[in-house]
């Protein structure tokens, strides 16, 4: 038996490769089929099955693909309704892998399909379980995540009764293998370890604790942040069908040159930079909306992109490819192209640039002990609850562009979050809307707390 994890940390998402004697299964997987088919070629093996557990919301689903490459078969558990061939399995219904068996649990509560796969070994003892977006470590599925009839409340209750009529009731060392981690907004706070065991959550998960279905209710259902735009349309993607991957890289890897780049920004196209926030504030084409490949790229760009716009990026050369699969990951597919040469062209022919002037955390406190600037922190209100610095206005970058009417376009701003990249992406939001006297905090309030301590308050 071989259980690998594949975790990709763009999306805090975690797939399954499991093989027993040549024959595989992969549960979840994201996009690119490659990663997989390379783990088979590599061990000699077969990929006989692709697992879904459920129609994912925060990421475009591979298995389509994957089975069209390897024959593999699709397996969803109880509920699911695609719109493509797959095999609609059983509550404990069991697939052979070679001499282990992979048993269907159907687990709905974070959606009606929400399905957990236990792994069992050739002398039938439960040795692990995959579960998708039911259980995480420290954390559950949220249960608002789903468009249709049913209400995070009835759902809730679906998970209450799948947490603690199934999962719990599992052997106490069966391994947890959970479909997301830290910074994944399909919880409310997943934990930073990548597996844990059912005893281990049974003591410190919240969801597990003995408990009243309505206190559950509250628990799970309470301080759910908005959900990005983009989930619910990703949900489609994955239930309808999603385009061969190669297609979208196909239409989307479009080198232009300067003048089609820029008629197609005449023509209302946004201008994605996915440089660094150093690079991008050293120079940029005016409008651009700078979101780093090096941070959590596509969740911010699904927070902060409608999904329909007609995207133009930038970015470091040779990263091209990396941009769009990205892009592709989370469903965004009108790419119009990017320009040869990158922001080099831009300037070799002598176009305008702006740019943002970056503090450090000692200009920093000058400037705040001057009054002269209104300061924004655009971390998330947990974040800001625990370490803050007076006199800050606080806009969570997921609302900046809903609450850009609070700001005074002729006001000076200081912008800072936890290390400099949110904060950037703030700034570039604003140069964007108009808003051009903008500094942005280089190292952010983590810089700060290290080089002048007094202006940080811990609480």
Known sequence: MYIQQIYTGCLAQASYYIESMGEAVVIDPIREPEPYIKIAEQRGTKIKYVFETHFHADFVSGHIDLADKTGAVIVFGPKAKPGYPAYIAR???????????????????????????????????????????????????????????????????????????????????????????????????????????????????????????????TAVTSELPRPPAYFFKDASINIIGARHLDDVIKDSLKFLNIGTFSEEIRKGALILDCRSAKNFAEGFIPGSINIGLNGEFAPWVGQLIDMDANILFITEPCTEKEVVTRLARIGYENIKGTLAGGINMWVQNALPLESIENVDAYDFNFLFNTNDYTIIDVRKPAEVAKENIARTHTIPLSELQDRISELDANARYIIYCVGGYRSMIAASILMSNGIKNVLNVTGGIKSVKELVPAMVAVN
Not at 134 to 150: A, E, I, K, W, Y
Not at 178 to 207: F, L, M, Q
């Open 91 to 217: 509550h404990h219904e069991r697939f052979p892998v070679g001499n282990c068996h992979i048993e269907v649990l159907h687990t709905p509560g974070h959606t009606i399909e929400s399905t957990c796969f236990l792994l069992l070994d050739e002398n039938e003892k439960q040795v692990a379980v995959f579960t998708g977006d039911t259980l995480f470590v420290g954390d559950v599925g949220r249960p608002d995540l789903m468009s249709g009839n049913l209400g995070k409340t009835e759902l809730a209750s679906m998970l209450y009764y799948s947490l603690h009529g199934i999962i719990c009731k599992l052997d106490d060392e069966v391994i947890v293998y959970p479909g997301h981690g830290a910074g994944s907004a399909c919880g409310k706070k997943p934990g930073v370890e990548k597996y844990s065991t059912i005893a281990d959550e049974k003591k410190r998960n919240y969801a597990l604790q003995p408990q009243t279905l309505n206190k559950f209710i």
